[in-house]
């Protein structure tokens, strides 16, 4: 999906380029579910990322698996938000 998005020079084709009105909603359709497909998987990466630092500060897991567990939280969301 990626690679359909990107910018491209004149002389390549887009996407869409040569594809009919239907051929276009459903290629469009494909990448709209590969979209949601891959946020639902970061909201649940992320979910379980949260889990795991609020189980660390209860001190149920060891000081460095909680920094360690911080670091790739904050990876995430700046990932996200960024």
């Known amino acids: 999906m990626e690679a359909a998005l990107s910018v491209r020079s004149a002389s390549e084709q887009g996407t869409f380029d040569g594809l009919s009105m239907e051929e276009q909603l459903?290629?469009?359709?494909?990448?709209?579910?590969?979209?949601?497909?891959h946020?639902?998987?970061?909201?649940?990466?992320?979910a379980l990322g949260k889990h795991?630092?609020?189980?660390?500060?209860?001190?149920m897991l060891t000081c460095f698996l909680y920094l360690v567990l911080e670091c790739c939280l904050w990876h995430l969301s700046a990932v996200l938000k960024g």
Do not use: F, H
């Open 52 to 59: 795991l630092v609020q189980e660390a500060q209860s001190g």
């Open 26 to 37: 459903q290629t469009y359709k494909d990448m709209e579910t590969d979209v949601e497909n």
């Open 39 to 46: 946020k639902t998987e970061l909201d649940r990466v992320v």
